[in-house]
């Protein structure tokens, strides 16, 4: 009996810990994404492949060199609608404000205008998969739009207790919001 009220306890407890991380890192995915309006791009053909349809928030990079995967759309068959490939060049800013990047095809420069396709509030962790607003010039000359996912890692109990002004000022340091709609 002892054995079995313990076990009781520990599931308790850990239900309870699980269900107020839940609901910090939800106050905190619903604060950002008010922030952080997302935006759809258009897929259907080649030649208007990336295009913003729905913008979103307009953000502006803070960094030179923040790599960048090209936009890349893919289709089953003819007869199949096209769709995003998520390649996207992937940023890790640590808890304190470091980057870490993967090489990738593209270099954006500071002030390119970005848009969040998708924003996720995991664990430690807010991912930004993000896409240029308008199509930046590839090295051999053609131009594409280009995707990043920025990953900011942030100490567990900055999420927990849904700290938004630290989690804000960080994603500010790199990008910042130009406009929002």
Known sequence: MHRFMLLLVGISTTLAASVGTG??????HDV?????????IEVPNQSDEGHVFKKGTVLLLQADGI???VL????????????HVHDYARVAVDQAGHISAEPASLALTKGTRLVVLNLRVEGDRVRMFTHTLDPVQ????????????FVFTFDPATLDRADIATVTTRID??????SAS
């Open 173 to 178: 340091q790199w990008l910042s919001v130009a």
């Open 32 to 40: 950002l994404s008010e922030r952080f309006k997302l935006s759809r």
């Open 67 to 69: 790599p960048a995967g």
């Open 23 to 28: 609901h910090a890192s939800s106050s905190v």
């Open 72 to 83: 890349r759309t893919t289709q089953i068959n003819t007869k199949s609608p096209r769709f």
């Open 138 to 149: 590839l090295p051999d000359g053609r131009t594409a739009h280009g995707c990043t996912e």
